[in-house]
Nanobody
Framework: QVQLVESGGGLVQPGGSLTLSCAAS????????MGWYRQAPGKQRELVAT???????NYADSVKGRFTISSDNAKSTVSLQMNSLKPEDTAVYYC???????????WGQGTQVTVSS
């Protein structure tokens, strides 16, 4: 199994930047892909970005061009660089991982991102 711990959340002004990090431990070589999701108050959890173990990335339309997901080669750390932040980006951001032979995703505890003046 894998343990995921997010960090880097906080308060930022509109137009500012934040970088979130997700540290993975455990059976990291079993990871197929990882991603970032977010959940705003009163809304469903939504996909932000994903990255596979071959380096392919995918982004939600709402963040494409502003956010960048990346990982090290060992998949021990996944980052989300967030630029040009908007108030609507305010949410709890969760790191997620899918593993080979495991039928459920793993989730981190979440980190709060607040975009406000």
């Amino acid at each position: 199994q894998v343990q995921l711990v997010e960090s880097g959340g906080g308060l930022v002004q509109p137009g500012g930047s934040l970088t979130l990090s997700c540290a993975a431990s455990g059976s990291i070589f079993m990871i197929i892909n990882m991603g970032w999701y977010r959940q705003a108050p009163g809304k469903q959890r939504e996909l932000v970005a994903t990255i596979t173990n071959t380096g392919n990335t995918n982004y939600a339309d709402s963040v494409k061009g502003r956010f960048t997901i990346s990982s090290d080669n060992a998949k021990s750390t996944v980052s989300l660089q967030m630029n040009s932040l908007k108030p609507e980006d305010t949410a709890v951001y969760y790191c997620s991982a899918n593993l080979r032979l495991v039928g459920r995703p793993y989730w981190g505890q979440g980190t709060q991102v607040t975009v406000s003046s």
